[in-house]
T-cell receptor, first 116, second 115 residues
Framework: GNSVTQMEGPVTLSEEAFLTINCTYT??????LFWYVQYPGEGLQLLLK?????DKGSNKGFEATYRKETTSFHLEKGSVQVSDSAVYFC???????????????FGQGTILTVHP | GAGVSQSPRYKVAKRGQDVALRCDPI?????LFWYQQALGQGPEFLTY????????KSGLPSDRFFAERPEGSVSTLKIQRTQQEDSAVYLC?????????????FGNGTRLTVT
């Protein structure tokens, strides 16, 4: 079945530091890949997505590239801010058709804390 | 409303009690999902509705869990004879369709604590 593995957390950085959160996946076919973010006290929000190999998703300064050869979708940001402190989830949606119904499979989440 | 609404926000139940969790999806959204998120873990799929039809309930952990969406809008997740291992945040999400171009919108969840 489908699975997603994220780097162990938590991650603690100083403001303006470079961020990488690793994500690898196992899936049949050609899944779509996502990063969701959960700010304190709020629901899950879509941060970015990529639907095919070599696509780059980007939003709010965050980027992730769909690498089929390494089955990875690592999240990066060049200069983090205190306001980026949140829990980040990597997720995949199974290939269209079959019985996936568009359901998401999530990684375990990575807690990011950014200090001033 | 503008987003997916879940109620109650918090629920404390004594072991053995039945609970009902409500989800109001975004108006007009066809697809509705329920997820269970244990502490420190990512959400795990429970069940999926397309309008009023429950097309996938493969993630429901036991027959104590039951979900319905009788009119294709509001959904209720019911847990009978709650156990401590049921303690988790229950998330509801909806989308217009199931295609890749239709993003999932999540509610803030219901945090269930079974004592």
């Amino acid at each position: 079945g489908n699975s997603v593995t994220q780097m162990e957390g938590p991650v603690t950085l100083s403001e303006e530091a470079f961020l990488t959160i690793n994500c690898t996946y196992t899936a049949t076919g050609y899944p779509s890949l996502f990063w969701y973010v959960q700010y304190p006290g709020e629901g899950l929000q879509l941060l970015l997505k990529a639907t095919k190999a070599d696509d780059k998703g980007s939003n709010k300064g965050f980027e992730a590239t769909y690498r089929k050869e390494t089955t990875s979708f690592h999240l990066e940001k060049g200069s983090v801010q205190v306001s980026d402190s949140a829990v980040y989830f990597c997720a995949l949606k199974g290939a269209a058709g079959g019985t996936s119904y568009g359901k998401l499979t999530f990684g375990q989440g990575t807690i990011l804390t950014v200090h001033p | 409303g503008a987003g997916v609404s879940q109620s109650p926000r918090y629920k404390v139940a004594k072991r053995g009690q039945d609970v009902a969790l409500r989800c109001d999806p975004i108006s007009g959204h066809v697809s509705l999902f329920w997820y269970q998120q244990a502490l420190g873990q990512g959400p795990e799929f429970l069940t999926y509705f397309q309008n009023e039809a429950q097309l996938d309930k493969s993630g429901l952990p036991s027959d104590r869990f039951f979900a319905e969406r009788p009119e294709g809008s509001v959904s209720t997740l019911k847990i009978q004879r709650t156990q401590q291992e049921d303690s988790a945040v229950y998330l509801c999400a909806s989308s217009k369709q199931t295609g890749d171009n239709s993003p999932l919108h999540f509610g803030n969840g219901t945090r269930l604590t079974v004592t």
